[in-house]
C-alpha cells in the first residue's frame, strides 16, 4: 500500500510539473542524458523509500555529471534542504529560480531551505 501511495504521488507530480524531465539550464543535452535519467529515477526511489544518505551520494556524482540538468538540480537542492544544507541548497537551487519559468519547485525549495 505505501509503495502504490509513492507511485501515484510521484504521478500526481509529474502531471502537475509543467517543466519536462531531462530539461538542461542553459544548454543543450548531452550524450549522456539517458544514463542520468536513469540514475536520477533511482535516486527518487531512495529518497521516497526514506533512504536519504544514499540518495544524497547518487544525487551528488549526478550534479558533478551535469550540473546544468535542471531536474539534477531540483532534486539535489531538495534533498539538501531536507538534510539540513540549507545554505548549499540555495547555492545548487539559485539558478533555477534565476529563470522565468513557471515551475513552482525551485522556489518552495529554496524557500524551505531559507526558513531553516
Do not use: C
Amino acid at each position: 500500500m505505501k509503495k502504490l501511495f509513492s507511485y501515484l504521488m510521484l504521478i500526481l507530480v509529474l502531471m502537475l510539473s509543467p517543466v519536462t524531465l531531462a530539461q538542461p539550464v542553459g544548454t543543450a543535452a548531452t550524450a549522456i542524458q539517458p544514463s542520468i535519467e536513469l540514475m536520477l529515477a533511482t535516486t527518487l526511489k531512495l529518497e521516497n523509500t526514506g533512504n536519504l544518505a544514499r540518495a544524497s551520494t547518487k544525487l551528488a556524482e549526478l550534479y558533478k555529471l551535469d550540473a546544468n540538468h535542471a531536474d539534477v538540480r531540483l532534486a539535489y537542492g531538495r534533498l539538501l534542504t531536507k538534510t539540513g544544507h540549507a545554505a548549499q541548497a540555495i547555492r545548487v537551487l539559485s539558478p533555477l529560480t534565476a529563470q522565468a519559468s513557471q515551475d513552482w519547485r525551485p522556489w518552495f525549495w529554496a524557500g524551505t531551505a531559507t526558513s531553516d
